[in-house]
């Protein structure tokens, strides 16, 4: 069959779960003279709009059996897809078990994606597991060449445009549903394979699969040459992929990444407990703070660096409100993410029409289990979720200074920072907010000393003299290897240090401390963050 061959559809078999656009589907075959086949659910509304169709069982000669895991698996319906129609040899077995072809194949599969989602107990889930779908969606999505197979709705009025256009489906058309079927196929079993790896505890399967639906095509990634896509897992977290964009411009690959580690930050903090307020730029903070609202949350992040707070991403772990949102929008921001906004701030915001406004209708968990992927050249490294924070350590104090209460306070406060920032990570913190951030850098030392400097420049701005991090206490996200770290930190004024510890020079770095009058504590995890 050429390559722009059109097939004419004389016989299509309707399947699906989701009914969405099928009755106006089904409508439009019959008006064009397809004869229809269908099963169960599907069949009951097709006929109930008095439109002709057959019954499955009608079409196989055998009764849906065994609640319905049974009524497609039939060489019926199998040798009416994967016949090849110029095949003499095809063409004779047919005749001889009087297999009708099927041109068209219709189907979406039971709701596993969705059933997991709500948390369903093993035995729903394992219903949910379709198999007839996928066996017949595989079947015609083979035979292509003579069959058209569609498993999204989405896809019916183009399905009906080129039928009413053609008399047919053109071979381009059919490839393209082809790909994408068999690429529904994958996720779907990609899903029922994770949970399972999941349920059981099992991660380390001899195969693994990670899949996603795409949202959207994106005008570029990290850089203008570069392609991307935004997928979407189904994983039921709030944030960047399940938040509702109240407006501003399309996101960019940028914006998502650099979102979601802000609205990962602050899901940290308890908004029963306190207010909290994040600044990303380029997937690291520039400003973190706790208050007892948002608005001085707020002022206090931004005083961290103002100058990289510009076209900036924010983030609350509480409703916006109006003066939070006028504050924000004095500044250049690309992106504002929370739980939920009023509707004066809603307004407010709005006044600024190309800024994202993302609401997630709640915080993320950051106990949750879950994987994270990253590609590597021939391969994906695969963990779990870092969902341990310095509240499930046991602090120990190293030092012959204890800390005080407040510099402890405090200390928490810059560990749960240190997880959220690239390693190395220093985070300067003084009551209730970060003061100094060092990210990324080759060397703890470095880290320690850009964060310094940069303390220096926003204490100017702020119209103070000296640097912020005078009186701060500080987190590492790893240990010091050398004690001049540590000698780093004192010399920007640091009066505490929280850090995991276990270096084999861990006793040279208390000496540092304890030379220098400071308060030491460990905590025994780490939190590298590449």
Wanted: contains cysteine; hydrophobic residues 45%.
């Amino acid at each position: 069959m050429g390559e722009n061959a059109v097939v004419k559809i004389e016989r299509a078999l309707l399947s699906v779960f989701d009914k969405t656009g099928m009755v106006e589907l089904a409508q439009a075959l019959h008006d064009g003279g397809v004869e229809l086949v269908s099963t169960g659910g599907t069949h009951k509304l097709i006929a109930g709009q008095n439109i002709p169709v057959r019954e499955i069982s009608d079409l196989t000669g055998f009764p849906e059996m065994m609640d319905g895991r049974v009524k497609t698996l039939h060489p019926k319906v199998h040798g009416g897809l994967l016949s090849v129609r110029d095949n003499p040899e095809h063409q004779g077995a047919m005749t001889a078990h009087a297999i009708a072809p099927i041109d068209l194949v219709v189907v979406n599969l039971y709701p596993f994606e969705q059933t997991i989602a709500r948390g369903a107990g093993y035995d729903e889930t394992i219903e949910n597991i379709d198999i007839g779908g996928p066996a017949m969606i595989r079947s015609a999505a083979k035979n292509h060449a003579h069959v058209t197979v569609v498993v999204d709705p989405d896809d019916y009025p183009a399905l009906i445009a080129a039928i009413a256009e053609t008399g047919g489906v053109p071979y381009p058309m059919r490839q393209k549903l082809a790909a994408k079927a068999y690429a529904r196929t994958a996720n779907y079993d990609a899903a029922i394979s994770n949970w399972f790896a999941t349920t059981l505890e099992t991660p380390d399967l001899g195969w693994r699969s990670f899949s996603g639906r795409l949202r959207e095509v994106m005008r570029y990634g990290e850089n203008p040459h570069q392609w991307a896509g935004f997928y979407t897992t189904g994983e039921n977290r709030p944030g960047v992929a399940t938040a509702n964009q109240v407006q501003g411009k399309t996101l960019s690959y940028n914006n998502i990444n650099d979102t979601d580690a802000a609205f990962e930050l602050v899901s940290e903090f308890d908004p029963a407990a306190t207010a909290a307020v994040a600044i990303i730029k380029h997937a690291n903070p520039c400003g973190v703070a706790l208050a007892d609202d948002l608005l001085t949350a707020y002022r206090n992040a931004l005083r961290t660096d103002p100058v990289s707070a510009f076209g900036g991403i924010v983030a609350t772990n509480r409703e916006i409100d109006a003066e939070t949102a006028t504050e924000i929008v004095k500044v250049f921001t690309e992106v504002i993410v929370a739980p939920a906004a009023t509707a004066e701030a809603i307004e407010i915001i709005a006044a600024k029409k190309n800024l994202r406004l993302l609401l997630t209708g709640g915080l993320a968990d950051p106990r949750a289990a879950g994987l994270t992927v990253r590609s590597v050249a021939g391969g994906l490294l695969v963990q779990s979720r870092d969902n341990r924070s310095v509240e499930d350590c046991e602090l120990k104090v190293v030092t012959q200074r204890q800390p005080t209460q407040a510099e402890l306070a405090d200390m928490r406060l810059a560990a749960k920072v240190a997880k959220h920032v690239k390693s190395n990570a220093i985070i300067y913190v003084k009551d209730g907010a970060t003061v100094g951030i060092g990210a990324g850098q080759m060397s703890r030392v470095d880290s320690a000393r850009v964060a310094h400097r940069k303390s220096i420049d926003a204490a100017e701005a702020a119209g103070l003299e000296g640097a912020l991090t005078k009186g701060s206490v500080v987190a590492s996200d790893a240990f010091f290897p050398f004690a001049d770290g540590l000698e780093a930190l004192v010399e920007a004024g640091a009066t505490a240090v929280i850090q995991p510890g276990g270096s084999i020079r861990d006793d040279e770095v208390i000496a540092a401390a304890d030379a220098a009058g400071i308060a030491m504590v460990f905590t025994g995890m780490r939190h590298f963050r590449h």
